[in-house]
């Protein structure tokens, strides 16, 4: 395991429970919602038919996402580095009743056999946690000829425009574009962000072909837990992406 896993794996294990209770509970009320502004997937539309299917959660966390996906015909797994994130997966899972597999390990070297899943699927999880240099390959590993990935994360204006005397986005460009790639979270916690090109070389590279790039954008009014000051920024310019990428036969 690299050195950011490790610290990565450490910090959510360390913020899990707070984490639940505060932004947890909001996103229990509407699992089936996209991003920090939770819109939710009726209105997005960017998932394929789950119906039957095999999907795997990348960096479940609390398991919102997993829980409303087996409740709605999937056969689900939920993969996430952090043990305490993954008991609170267990309770609610356990408390609706509901199956689903959840396991514990890094989107950089998944335990799955080639070709076992139909979807991926990432909000802020692994895609955003992982170096996509490591994630990128192995989802396209595990996803079957023809299967999808779909995953939410900052767009890279909003990590550009970070304004650290804030604590939110800011109106200046603060940091390179071009170079994009490991972001510092603090005490050797690190993200992942890529430029839009880059990360359509990547899914080229990998044999994933594009179907969408979303741009959500909150609703007037609309509040977050996470960036609750943001909300007027998210409506001026995009402060998150969803692609929407599949395998190539
Ligand atoms: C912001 S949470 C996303 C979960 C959920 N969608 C949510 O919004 O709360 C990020 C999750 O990614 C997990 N994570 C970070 N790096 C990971 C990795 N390399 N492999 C699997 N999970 C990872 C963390 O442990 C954490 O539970």
Same mark, same amino acid.
């Given at each position: 395991?690299?050195?950011?896993?490790?610290?990565?794996?450490?910090?959510? @294990?360390? =913020?899990? %429970?707070?984490?639940?209770?505060? /932004? &947890?509970?909001?996103?229990?009320?509407? $699992? +089936?919602?996209?991003?920090?502004?939770?819109?939710?997937?009726?209105?997005?539309?960017?998932?394929?038919?789950?119906?039957?299917?095999?999907?795997?959660?990348?960096?479940?966390?609390?398991?919102?996402?997993?829980?409303?996906?087996?409740?709605?015909?999937?056969?689900?797994?939920?993969?996430?580095?952090?043990?305490?994130?993954?008991?609170?997966?267990?309770?609610?899972?356990?408390?609706?009743?509901?199956?689903?597999?959840?396991?514990?390990?890094?989107?950089?070297?998944?335990?799955?056999? @080639?070709? =076992?899943? %139909?979807?991926?699927?990432?909000? /802020? &999880?692994?895609?955003?946690?992982?170096? $996509? +240099?490591?994630?990128?390959?192995?989802?396209?590993?595990?996803?079957?000829?023809?299967?999808?990935?779909?995953?939410?994360?900052?767009?890279?204006?909003?990590?550009?425009?970070?304004?650290?005397?804030?604590?939110?986005?800011?109106?200046?460009?603060?940091?390179?574009?071009?170079?994009?790639?490991?972001?510092?979270?603090?005490?050797?916690?690190?993200?992942?962000?890529?430029?839009?090109?880059?990360?359509?070389?990547?899914?080229?590279?990998?044999?994933?072909?594009?179907?969408?790039?979303?741009?959500?954008?909150?609703?007037?009014?609309?509040?977050?837990?996470?960036?609750?000051?943001?909300?007027?920024?998210?409506?001026?310019?995009?402060?998150?992406?969803?692609?929407?990428?599949?395998?190539?036969?």
């Amino acid at each position: 395991m690299g050195e950011h896993e490790r610290y990565n794996r450490e910090r959510w @294990d360390k =913020t899990s %429970d707070s984490y639940q209770a505060y /932004h &947890g509970v909001e996103i229990s009320r509407v $699992p +089936d919602a996209w991003g920090a502004w939770r819109i939710p997937e009726s209105e997005l539309r960017v998932l394929p038919d789950i119906t039957g299917k095999d999907v795997l959660e990348l960096g479940c966390g609390g398991g919102q996402w997993s829980i409303w996906l087996a409740q709605n015909g999937a056969r689900v797994t939920g993969l996430d580095l952090s043990e305490r994130q993954l008991s609170h997966a267990r309770s609610s899972a356990a408390a609706v009743g509901v199956g689903v597999v959840l396991v514990q390990g890094s989107a950089e070297s998944l335990p799955f056999r @080639d070709g =076992t899943f %139909d979807l991926v699927l990432s909000d /802020h &999880g692994a895609m955003s946690w992982g170096d $996509p +240099d490591r994630t990128l390959p192995e989802v396209a590993r595990v996803l079957r000829p023809g299967g999808i990935l779909v995953f939410c994360a900052a767009s890279p204006l909003f990590i550009i425009c970070w304004d650290e005397q804030i604590d939110g986005p800011g109106e200046r460009l603060r940091r390179d574009y071009f170079g994009l790639h490991r972001v510092e979270e603090g005490d050797g916690a690190a993200t992942f962000n890529l430029p839009y090109g880059e990360w359509v070389r990547r899914f080229r590279m990998h044999g994933l072909s594009i179907d969408a790039l979303v741009e959500p954008r909150p609703a007037e009014g609309a509040v977050s837990t996470f960036y609750p000051e943001a909300t007027e920024w998210a409506r001026r310019w995009p402060a998150e992406v969803i692609w929407k990428v599949r395998r190539e036969p």
